[in-house]
């Protein structure tokens, strides 16, 4: 069964950092881009980050460029978002997702980052 | 940026009923389109992609048409699973863009 799993979400104070970590089982995850998105309380959904397969390609939302940095391990079968300077418009649940090529597909089940003083 | 906007915001439906939701893009997006499904507290689920792909294990009561820039959901007798949060998503351009969502309610 294709899996992913968040963690690493959690409380930190306007200007902190945090580390998201999302843990991919049942699929050849190095053949795969990967993406983070994040949904606000109540609202949309907004892409944050892309990273190719082989982490030649990387992408950011211009609300979170200079800020962030997503990263992969694909030894480990792993994908990463470092989030540095957080601000409380920032905070959300963060999913990640794989990107087939058409869609992402599937999803994570999220991990919430508050920021908050 | 390519900006996506679904239509109506708010949908109020009876079980049985035809529903359609619509997307427009603010350029042609050719067929790069999908469309998610999203239930509180949970993550979004892939419905639809390239416009009218049906995603394995999806029922066949959801469809999707359109290219370009205007695109449909339709589902063709609502069922009490089906009201949620849809959302769709343009594929055209690496700074993938979605809808800000269409709330589907029991009426």
């Known amino acids: 069964e294709v899996q992913l799993v968040e963690s690493g979400g959690g409380l930190v104070k306007p200007g902190g950092s945090l580390r998201l970590s999302c843990a991919a089982s049942g699929f050849t995850f190095s053949s795969y881009s990967m993406n983070w998105v994040r949904q606000a309380p109540g609202k949309g959904l907004e892409w944050v980050s892309s990273i190719s397969s082989s982490s030649s390609y990387i992408y950011y939302a211009d609300s979170v460029k200079g800020r962030f940095t997503i990263s992969r391990d694909n030894a480990k079968n792993s994908l990463y978002l470092q989030m540095n300077s957080l601000r409380a418009e920032d905070t959300a649940v963060y999913y990640c997702?794989?990107?087939?090529?058409?869609?992402?597909?599937?999803w994570g089940q999220g991990t919430l980052v508050t920021v908050s003083s | 940026d390519i900006q996506m906007t679904q239509s109506p915001s708010t949908l109020s439906a009876s079980v049985g009923d035809r529903v359609t939701i619509t997307c427009r893009a603010s350029q042609s997006i050719s067929s790069w389109l999908a469309w998610y499904q999203q239930k509180p507290g949970k993550a979004p689920k892939l419905l639809i992609y390239?416009?009218?792909s049906l995603e394995s294990g999806v029922p066949s009561r959801f469809s999707g048409s359109g290219s370009g820039t205007e695109f449909t959901l339709t589902i063709s007798s609502l069922q009490p699973d089906d009201f949620a949060t849809y959302y769709c998503?343009?594929?055209?351009?690496?700074?993938?863009?979605f809808g800000q969502g269409t709330k589907v309610e029991i009426k």
């Open positions: 998503q343009q594929y055209n351009s690496y700074r993938w863009t």
């Open positions: 997702a794989r990107d087939t090529g058409f869609a992402f597909n599937p």
């Open positions: 390239k416009a009218s």
